[in-house]
């Protein structure tokens, strides 16, 4: 009972969960904005930057407007962290699940929602005008990639679970095994319509470039940010990182899972057994679950990055519920007809 | 919609980036750079004409009495300075130069300030003989050139040798009494009344700076 | 061992503010070129903070005019301890070719501590990047100051 307990606590402070996010989260963050200084011709920070920004920032005076509400403000920065950790802990690994079972893919929409909550309620107490514009755009930005992200889920969904026999299945940890025993969902044609969709609503979700209009530094002062400093501020950074990683390894789940059967096989032809077999499993899922996040950061952020000015809030909009969306529908109707 | 850049991202990915990686590597400024202000003291001499022509201000002096001169304290409060060269130029003595030097950091108000000290000395005295002599020289050819006089032998004869003080002669033979020589004396040592035809030096007040010399459109003062 | 981690970290990650107290836009273009590909203050870490309250450095440019004096100093009160205040140009350290003015309320040193002034009308972006980095020195003195 104990060792049990002992195990989800270290799930939730380590592996999936907390460290393991810090750590992945920032790296990817770092990573992200070297590779969007190479494209722009500069060296760039170091790697490790976002780490001195985040220690740097626990550093610092935390000043609480006058017009805040005191608990709303400090703890609605680590409502948002804490549902990107629970997020981390229901999206599998591979082959390695700590939570997987109970939770399935709408579970995961809502949690996706929880970091976006967070910042709106916490920017939305401090009573400042710009957090006033930054929210109404956040709502915005949130709600136009909601909808092309729905579509891809289920068109994902109803793709396994027509080859499962299922209907519709929901559980991440079955969309992964099936793909596991079948191959990568992106080698399917009816998923790349899809994948392509997702690849597009991870900046989105992200609040990153061509899509951060919520979050403008340059017209609107970082908009819900604006007032915070100091470690709450550090928390938000940190929930903007971890974000990363969530929406980059649950495409790597949803499209990419065959890779996990890859593993598998390659731990078995070593001839290894038991548990030396078990870790060195769960060592490379993470390895390759790691490489692909940065290459999926790659492309999906960091280029799109460095091509592209800030779009307004309406061409968010539009853009996300005409283009993004008919890709995913495309996707959807595919499967719905067994391609 | 348009990507321009998608080119230019991923080849740039591939490539070395254009940074001049500065603190690590030293970057030298333009040849003609106007950076931080370097004085000589002694080759000023106090003409005042620096602080005329600043723009901002930034050139200040102090004076102090002592047994051999004046001491003269000139400053340049970089913090104050347009980095203009107007003051360099103007120089005469080419006593202040703008280097290139640009690392003008200062966490204090005096890290700014370029100064220097001089002595002045105060003008000899025993030059007294030579004084009614100068007035004297511009008073015989204006009375010699009056009525039309023999111009063939005045003007050589009369042709001014440079004073050993340093303080300037005028040529009456090329002076048109344009009065700019009065005009850009930062001391106001000269007066010139054009209609009389005199031009007349404040020995006293002459710092000899050479800014009369420098202005005569016909070259009609000699230091 | 966290605090030295904070420490260190403060040196690395110094973001800046940027205020322009009626600067003639000399210095914020030259402030912006330290930014761009060309001298990248990025590597060092330094970012250009959308808000005051993110910021470490604040830097001033310009002659603080009557108008812009109370949005200057309300803007610094709000950056969070440790912070450093940069004055950039000549104008915010004594009113430059402005002084005297009817409209000039400078210099800034007259209202405010002023850490690190870097000279110039304009100053070079090597220069600015020395005095950005002297600021960032003194932040972390700052920093290693407090509890």
Redesign the interface.
Known sequence: MILEAVKYLAYVLIFPGFLFCFLTGLLLSGID?K?V??????????IL?P??????L??????IPAAANRTVFLMAPLVGLAGLVVLQLFIPVFSFTAFSSVADVIVILYLLLIPALSIMIGGGATGSP?AGVGLSREMVTVLSCELPLVLVLLAVCKKVGAATGTGLCFSLTEIVRYQMANGSLLGKLSMIPAAVAFLMVIPGETGSHPFDAAE???E???GM??????AP?GVYKLSHSVKILSMTSLFVMLFLGGIGGGIQNLVLALGLAGGAAGALTILLDVIVLFLLCVILTAVAIS?VH???ARLKIEQIFKYYWTVVSALALVSLVLAWYGL | MD?P??KE??S??FSK???A?YPAVESIAAPRYRGRIAFDPTKCINCLMCERVCCGGAITHTVEKTEEGDKITRSFNLGCCTFCAHCMDFCNHGAIQLTQDYHMIATKEEDLIVSGTFIKKPPVKKAVPPKPAAPAAPAAPVGADAPGGPKETAAPAEAPKPRDDGKPVQDPAKCVYCTICARKCPAGALTVDRAAKTWTLDEDVCVGCGTCAAACPKNAIIM | MF?K??????G??PWLFHINAGSCNGCDIELVSVLT?RY?A??L?FK????P??A?IVVVTGPITAQSLPRVLRSIE?V???RCIVTMGSCPQSGNVFRGSYSICGPLSKYVHVDVDVAGCTPKPEAVIDGLALATQILQEK?RA?K
């Open positions: 904005r590779l200084a190479r494209m722009q011709k500069r060296v760039g920070p170091p930057q780490f001195y920004d985040f220690f740097k626990c550093g610092k005076e935390t000043i710009y403008a530094e340059t609107i002062c970082e940010l604006a007032e915070y400093s100091g501020l280029f460095a091509v592209t | 990507f850049f998608v991202a991923i740039q990915l980036p254009s940074c990686m | 605090k981690l904070i420490e260190e970290s403060t690395k990650s590909p990248d990025e590597r870490g250009l903070a959308g808000s309250r993110h470490d709000q969070p301890e440790p920093r407090m």
